[in-house]
Nanobody, 125 residues
Framework: QVQLVESGGGLVQAGGSLRLSCAAS????????VGWFRQAPGKEREFVAA????????MYAAPVKGRFTISRDNAKITVYLEMNSLKPEDTAVYYC??????????????????WGQGTQVTVSS
C-alpha cells in the first residue's frame, strides 16, 4: 500500500499561481501512474492530470491544458502540479492518487487505488 500526502493548497486571486505537491511513501512507484483529481462542492470528482512514473507519458483534462503542468521528482518520490492562470472555477479540493495496477495509464478514478487526504484550492475573483 502507498501513502500519499498533498500540500501547497491555499487562497489565491484569479490569474495567480499555486504549486501542489504529492509526497509518496510505502511502495515503489516504478511503472505506476500518479494522477491529480479535484472535487468542487456539489460536483463529482474529476480528472485533472496524470503522469506515468517513468515520465514518458502525460495527460491533462481539457479545462486545465496549457495552464497546469504535472511533473515528478524521482529522488524525492514526489509529484507536483504547477497551476498557472488560475480561475474561480478551479476552486476545489485537489487529490493525488496512485495507480492500482502497474502499466495502467488512465484518467478514470477507478484505475487509482491509493488516495491522499486532499488539499483545498480557492481562487477568488
Amino acid at each position: 500500500q502507498v501513502q500519499l500526502v498533498e500540500s501547497g493548497g491555499g487562497l489565491v486571486q484569479a490569474g495567480g499561481s499555486l504549486r501542489l505537491s504529492c509526497a509518496a511513501s510505502g511502495r515503489t512507484f516504478s511503472a505506476y501512474t500518479v494522477g491529480w483529481f479535484r472535487q468542487a462542492p456539489g460536483k463529482e470528482r474529476e480528472f485533472v492530470a496524470a503522469i506515468r512514473w517513468s515520465g514518458d507519458a502525460l495527460m491533462y483534462a481539457a479545462p486545465v491544458k496549457g495552464r497546469f503542468t504535472i511533473s515528478r521528482d524521482n529522488a524525492k518520490i514526489t509529484v507536483y502540479l504547477e497551476m498557472n492562470s488560475l480561475k474561480p472555477e478551479d476552486t476545489a479540493v485537489y487529490y493525488c492518487a496512485a495507480g492500482a495496477r502497474p502499466l495502467s495509464f488512465s484518467d478514470s478514478p477507478a484505475e487509482f487505488g491509493s488516495w491522499g487526504q486532499g488539499t483545498q484550492v480557492t481562487v477568488s475573483s
